[in-house]
């Protein structure tokens, strides 16, 4: 069985990265380890940032250490967070936002998920909506309009889970297989969405980016 998860030791599928000791390996996606860099480039993106809203999963248990991590990175950087939960199949994303701008955020970070990334487009458009200038996980968020996105590559991703799938059905013991890292990580922005946004985006984030959208 393969897997793409944030920290899979953590949550319990696997007994190590290098042993995973079961029927489940496959690929890491390092959500929690990238977080303060997110926020680092949030800032870079809106160098007064001081108060950022953090849309996050309740349900998912994984997300508590994300938090906690997302606090420590924010008191180094000077940036206060407030952290907007999001429950069941069908949250309110609405009233998030509406906490959002009344709680006084300048800006938005996603940690949101499968949940999030199910309802990108929604996101997107509230985010455009509250005028919040928000840095997501995934490429996809900014292909539907966002604003910034860093994170690993989910294609990549996915082509290197089918090839641990291939090694699976010849034969090869999940146990055996060490679930690996992301290896390849990218950076899309949106300069059309800056524009909306009044943003002037530094050219030497463009310069970093992967892609820019024009």
Known sequence: MAVSLDDPVERGFVASLAHPGGNVTGLSTLQQELLGKRLELLKEVVPRLSRVAVLWTADILSQAAHLRTMEIAGRALGVQL??????????????????????????????????????????VDLAAKSHLPALYEVREFVEAGGLVAYGASLPDLHRRAAVYVHKILKGAKPADLPVEQPTKFEMVINLKTAKTLGLTIPQSLLQRADQVIQ
Request: proline share 7%.
């Open 82 to 123: 407030q952290f907007l939960s999001l429950r069941g199949p069908d949250p309110d994303f609405e009233g998030a936002f509406r906490a959002a701008t009344s709680g006084g955020a300048s800006a938005l970070i996603t940690v949101a998920g499968p949940v999030g990334f199910a309802h990108r487009a929604r996101i």
